[in-house]
């Protein structure tokens, strides 16, 4: 079955009107202030000129189509790319693309316009039959086009960004509430686990250990150590990253295969909570620890700017849970919230592996 050629172009519109709409809109605006402002100035040059050789209805036609055409590439193909430092190649090829066939469609329409009688064009500077004053013109509307449209795409930038912000505000407290209705008293919770600790202790070192290290997990987990941007120390992740394999160790009788390496070059950068630990607890969860042959690869790296987090396990035969690509659903999401578009998640998911490699900017 043929597929319908405008389907595209109408998904397009469909999908960028109230764009459009609000491009047209401005464009309709400016149009109107340049023609009242040149109106006033010299009526007679100002019919002529906004009549041209194709009537004022067409030429006003004509300016909205070149004018929201301009807006729109210029604001979400160069300038947000470019803002959000994506694609920024790509956004400056097509910058100089666009400008080389812009500039050759106003230089044929320059062509057949009515040109000024010569006594009038020898009053200027610059002769208004010149190319000089062809491309003058054109360059200071060229500014101008760019000044405005980089001004519209501060305005969407801090749009998105302000949005993500109550997003990201919103899922947390969400978060929290559901922790409150779900959770025993963590007072309670904590008093408890060191009164079973200091029981313990007297009779079975390595249990109390446990008992502790549990104690620490939880106390973690309650998110009481992030700071007001949601962030936390990095070795404190590090930090509740090791104890859940050491956790999960002792649960094993120590018989699990984990291969673990880090090397943190600053040891004061902030990072988002329970990200490190959620791969690690996916790959316990999905993965088969016990194959001596295949360890469960935990690599972290960083440097002052830059974290990078690899993790692979091999997939285990037996009763399977929720697949491994569940929760990375959640966690892109969550990256998205924080970081915007500043991060990479390659996943590599074959027959008798998974593996997550992660990379996201620090705070200082």
């Given at each position: 079955m043929l597929?319908?050629?405008?389907?595209?172009?109408?998904h397009f519109f469909k999908r960028n009107h109230r764009r459009l709409s609000i491009l047209a809109l401005l464009s309709m605006l400016l149009y109107a202030a340049l023609f009242v402002t040149t109106y006033i100035a010299n009526p007679e040059k100002t019919m002529q000129d906004f009549g041209g050789r194709f009537g004022f209805a067409t030429n006003t036609i004509l300016f909205l189509v070149d004018s929201v055409t301009t807006y729109y590439i210029l604001v979400f193909q160069i300038l947000l790319p470019l803002l959000r430092r994506q694609r920024k190649r790509r956004a400056l090829a097509v910058a100089l693309a666009f400008y080389i066939v812009k500039l050759g469609i106003h230089y044929w329409v320059w062509t057949i316009e009515p040109r000024p009688e010569s006594d009038v064009?020898?009053?200027?500077?610059?002769?208004?039959?010149?190319?000089y004053w062809f491309l003058i013109w054109n360059g200071i509307f060229y500014v101008f086009d760019i000044i405005l449209s980089l001004s519209m795409a501060f305005?969407?930038?801090?749009?998105?960004?302000?949005?993500?912000q109550i997003i990201l505000e919103k899922q947390k407290a969400e978060a929290e509430l559901s922790a409150l209705k779900h959770q025993i008293n963590p007072h309670f919770l904590f008093n408890s686990l060191s009164f079973i600790y200091g029981k313990v202790l007297k009779f079975d070192g390595e249990t109390a250990d446990s008992v502790l290290i549990l104690a620490n997990i939880m106390r973690y987990a309650l998110g009481k150590n992030a700071d007001a941007n949601g962030?936390?120390?990095?070795?404190?992740?590090?930090?509740?990253?090791?104890?859940?394999?050491?956790?999960?160790?002792?649960?094993?009788?120590?018989?699990?295969?984990?291969?673990?390496?880090?090397?943190?070059?600053n040891l004061s950068v902030s990072i988002m909570p329970l990200l490190l630990i959620t791969l690690v607890e996916n790959a316990f969860k999905h993965g088969d620890p016990h194959d001596k042959a295949h360890p469960i690869l935990i690599h972290l790296y960083t440097n002052d700017h830059i974290l990078t987090f690899y993790i692979k396990n091999k997939k285990s035969t037996g009763v399977k849970?929720?697949?491994?690509?569940?929760?990375?659903?959640?966690?892109?999401k969550q990256l998205q919230l924080m970081y915007?578009?500043?991060f990479t998640m390659q996943v590599e998911d074959i027959a008798s592996t998974f593996a997550v490699r992660l990379k996201i900017p620090l705070h200082p």
């Open positions: 597929k319908n050629p405008l389907g595209p172009i109408v064009a020898s009053k200027t500077f610059v002769p208004e039959d010149s190319v305005v969407v930038e801090w749009n998105r960004k302000s949005k993500q962030l936390v120390n990095i070795m404190e992740e590090v930090k509740h990253l090791e104890n859940v394999i050491e956790i999960n160790q002792r649960r094993h009788n120590h018989r699990l295969h984990i291969q673990y390496e880090e090397n943190i070059s849970e929720l697949s491994n690509g569940i929760g990375l659903k959640n966690i892109k915007g578009d500043n």
